[in-house]
């Protein structure tokens, strides 16, 4: 079974500040997927990024971009030029590959990380 | 661009009764995720339907039941509840790798 862990439960960071969020995983799978999703004061799952365990370039997308160390099983989240509508819980997940691209993989998530944005 | 339709969004049920939640994918998402979010936690994966077949299955209490239906709509039954199932509950569509969630039903047990 693959264990997410993300040790720091809160964070705070200054409005155009830049931060980073901490993820480990543990697993004896080679073919997985690591993503991390927002949750803001909505509720809503929101995917902010996703990498492919096989790429060994670091995923970005905008603002966002991913420290992926497969050897080390660390994905962690910098989050650069804060926006107050960052403030949210932010979840690291985990996704083994299964044989078919549909066949029910389910995402095994980390407790979360409580990320405030100060103005 | 359309989303995971879920209802409804906010459920309030007592104990021992029955409560049905709806999940309409994105279209020609083939894959359906059910998850339970409890408060202050994580999301816990229940269970999953591919072209309608059940296709994996978590931590789901034998009192909940769920199917994929022919238009890929999926529906969580839930009976005999208890005040322990108040939760968030989140359903995931894909059509490949990335899960794309609904805005979730709160539902809450008295």
């Known amino acids: 079974a693959q264990t997410v862990t993300q040790s720091q439960p809160e964070m705070s960071v200054q409005e155009a500040e830049t931060v980073t969020l901490s993820c480990t995983y543990d697993t004896s799978e080679n073919n997985y997927y690591l993503f991390w999703y927002k949750q803001p004061p909505s509720r809503q799952m929101i995917l902010v990024i996703r990498q492919e365990a096989y790429k060994q370039q670091n995923a970005t997308e905008n603002r966002f971009s991913v420290n992926f160390q497969k050897a080390a099983k660390s994905f962690s989240l910098k989050i650069s030029d804060s926006q107050l509508g960052d403030t949210a819980m932010y979840f690291c997940?985990?996704?083994?590959?299964?044989?078919?691209?549909?066949?029910?993989?389910?995402?095994?998530f980390g407790t979360g990380t409580r990320l405030a944005v100060r103005p | 661009a359309a989303g995971v339709i879920q209802s409804p969004r906010h459920l309030i049920k007592e104990k021992r009764e029955t409560a049905t939640l709806k999940c309409y994918p994105i279209p020609r998402h083939d894959t359906v995720y059910w998850y339970q979010q409890g408060p202050g936690q994580d999301p816990q994966f229940l269970i999953s339907?591919?072209?309608?077949?059940?296709?994996d299955k978590g931590s789901i209490p034998d009192r909940f039941s769920a199917q994929q239906f022919s238009d890929y709509h999926s529906e969580l039954n839930m009976s005999s509840l208890e005040l322990g199932d108040s939760a968030l509950y989140f359903c995931?569509?894909?059509?490949?790798?990335?899960?794309?969630f609904g805005p979730g039903t709160r539902l809450t047990v008295t």
């Open positions: 997940a985990f996704m083994n590959l299964a044989p078919h691209p549909s066949s029910g993989d389910k995402l095994t």
């Open positions: 995931a569509s894909t059509s490949g790798y990335e899960q794309y």
């Open positions: 339907f591919y072209e309608k077949m059940q296709s």
